[in-house]
């Protein structure tokens, strides 16, 4: 039996799993790397050995934003990327800078189409996110009000989903051939994605609730 045969369940989680153990792979690779760098004392800024760094696992595992787990995986690159990159594009519009940037670093992994596939869709997730916050920012929103009444088990939950949407894109670079990448989708009923480009149209098209015009002083 294949592995997309199994249930929908099993394939979702199975896959979540085995990303996770892979970013371990690269946790332990980098902060071993990190050894030598604080022996020779580069990281050191007078105070701690803080000056340098090359992830940060807890950041990256627990914070609900996609913007925070990107920058503190792999801290050099993400540096890179954005002073290199981004910060010289002349492309003016913010979200095609960032695309663009997420291509250049499709492009430095190689050519599977995997890892376009999920440059892209992390790119999507960033997007969202942004929307999301975009109509959150004044606190007026009904589900500012709602994750408010929720409290930890919001966050919980909120966490979750972030997480093993944020796996998911992750999941073409361990497959990394096309086909099977396809087949994931297919597996999965294109739901990801379809989820995303919804949450993306719905959130680009509602206004984020006004603030309460001030009482003229009579």
């Not at 979702?12 to 970013?23: G, L, N, P, W």
């Not at 796996?167 to 989708?185: D, T």
């Not at 719905?202 to 003229?216: A, E, L, Q, T, Y």
Request: aromatic share 18%; hydrophobic share 45%.
């Amino acid at each position: 039996m294949e592995f997309y045969d199994n249930s929908y369940l099993y394939v979702v989680f199975y896959a979540f799993i085995s990303v996770s153990m892979a970013r371990s792979k690269y946790y332990t690779a980098w902060k071993l790397c990190m050894v030598g760098v604080h022996a020779s004392g580069v990281s050191y800024n007078g105070i701690d050995f803080s000056r340098v760094n090359t992830c940060n696992p807890l950041i990256v595992e627990t914070t609900i934003h996609v913007r925070e787990k990107i920058n503190f995986w792999n801290i050099g690159i993400q540096e890179w990327l954005r002073k290199g990159i981004y910060n010289r594009s002349n492309i003016k519009n913010k979200s095609l800078s960032q695309l663009y940037v997420f291509s250049i670093s499709a492009f430095w992994h190689g050519f599977y189409l995997a890892y376009y596939l999920s440059m892209v869709f992390w790119f999507g997730q960033l997007y969202l996110q942004g929307l999301i916050f975009k109509y959150c920012r004044n606190g007026r929103s009904k589900l500012v009000k709602l994750y408010n009444k929720t409290g930890k088990a919001g966050f919980v939950i909120l966490s979750i989903l972030v997480q093993m949407l944020f796996s998911h894109c992750a999941v073409y670079f361990l497959i990394l051939e096309g086909y099977y990448s396809y087949k994931m989708m297919i597996k999965l009923k294109f739901l990801p994605q379809i989820i995303l480009i919804v949450l993306i149209a719905v959130f680009s098209n509602i206004r984020p609730p006004r603030d309460p015009k001030p009482k003229s002083s009579e």
